[in-house]
């Protein structure tokens, strides 16, 4: 069993901004000893069927930083998502910052440039990114050091960032009652995310938690913040010691039943880019696709 914080760990104000449309959590954490922070996770407004953007929930975040005075060193995507457009560049292009992912954003560019045919213009290095981490990489947030873990399994560039005593996991881990992520995406893979799973669970007890997404199971209110020691014993997926091969089974039955994310097409052409959008085609107008032939997880 893993040790407990001493008493000279950092413990970063978080503040969490809920994106009803998606149930995405994003975050502002900040260093307490100064006014730097980080942004996790934005979301930029799309209304699908009308084929437009809107920045209301990005704003949101940096009102937060402008009335708080901060200065946002990184905005942080815990992997490529598939739910809802990120907002990094939007923010970045008002209040500064680098936009950082894992160095596996190149398998999912790989995999994913073919399948939407992006073309010889689209890099498949993440050099759209302006920085990619790997595993045990280490960075700042004002005096904050921050670690990060890779945690593959619900897509092959998830990580978790420990900021202090606390940790933002991404899809990886939902709240207790949620379990987990799913693995049936391109480059998932279940018995990597059981694995990814225990890696983050052995921090210690006490280290806070913080989801990427939250369904309000059972009717509940939507929360975002639980620890390890509670998903250890609450998780209903990975709690109190479930088998790897339960926990595969269990998953893998699972996903077989799940429909795709709504906005799986359009999140993916535009993260995998760094949450920039396509080039303009030569009417002058930027245009996503649709594979009518799917999503495949073999590709």
């Known amino acids: 069993?893993?040790?407990?914080?001493?008493?000279?760990?950092?413990?970063?104000?978080?503040?969490?901004?809920f994106h009803a449309a998606s149930n995405t959590i994003?975050?502002?954490?900040?260093?307490?000893?100064?006014?730097?922070?980080?942004?996790?996770?934005?979301?930029?407004?799309?209304?699908?069927?009308?084929?437009?953007?809107?920045?209301?929930?990005?704003?949101?975040i940096i009102d937060f930083i402008e009335t708080h005075q901060?200065?946002?060193?990184?905005?942080?995507?815990?992997?490529?998502?598939?739910?809802?457009?990120?907002?990094?560049?939007?923010?970045?292009?008002q209040r500064g910052g680098k936009i950082g992912i894992a160095e596996q954003i190149v398998e999912v560019q790989q995999v994913f440039g073919k399948m939407f045919n992006a073309g010889t213009e689209f890099q498949r290095d993440g050099s759209q990114f302006d920085f990619l981490f790997n595993e045990g990489s280490q960075y700042a947030i004002g005096g904050m050091s921050v670690s990060v873990m890779h945690t593959p399994g619900h897509?092959?560039?998830c990580m978790?960032?420990?900021?202090?005593?606390?940790?933002?996991?991404?899809d990886?881990?939902?709240?207790?009652?949620?379990g987990t992520a799913r693995a049936d995406f391109p480059g998932g893979d279940a018995a990597q995310l059981y694995h990814s799973i225990h890696?983050?669970?052995?921090?210690?007890?006490?280290?806070r938690i913080f989801v990427c997404h939250d369904y309000g199971p059972n009717g509940r209110d939507v929360a975002w913040q639980t620890t390890v020691g509670e998903e250890r014993l609450k998780n209903i997926h990975v709690g109190n010691g479930a088998s790897e091969a339960e926990f595969v089974k269990m998953r893998e039955k699972r996903d077989a039943t799940l429909a795709m994310p709504s906005l799986i097409m359009p999140s993916i052409q535009v993260n995998?880019?760094?949450?920039?959008?396509?080039?303009n085609e030569p009417n002058g107008e930027v245009y996503l696709k649709v594979p009518v032939s799917g999503l495949r997880k073999d590709s």
């Open 1 to 17: 069993m893993s040790t407990k914080y001493s008493q000279d760990i950092v413990n970063p104000p978080v503040e969490g901004f």
């Open 26 to 60: 994003s975050y502002v954490v900040r260093d307490p000893n100064s006014n730097a922070c980080a942004v996790i996770d934005s979301v930029l407004d799309l209304d699908y069927a009308s084929g437009t953007i809107g920045y209301t929930h990005a704003d949101m």
């Open 70 to 93: 901060l200065s946002l060193e990184w905005l942080i995507e815990t992997h490529v998502h598939a739910d809802h457009l990120s907002a990094a560049p939007y923010i970045q292009q």
């Open 155 to 157: 897509t092959p560039a």
């Open 160 to 170: 978790t960032h420990v900021i202090g005593d606390a940790a933002f996991v991404g």
């Open 172 to 178: 990886t881990l939902f709240m207790p009652d949620g």
């Open 199 to 207: 890696r983050i669970l052995s921090l210690p007890e006490e280290t």
């Open 272 to 279: 995998m880019r760094a949450g920039h959008m396509p080039a």
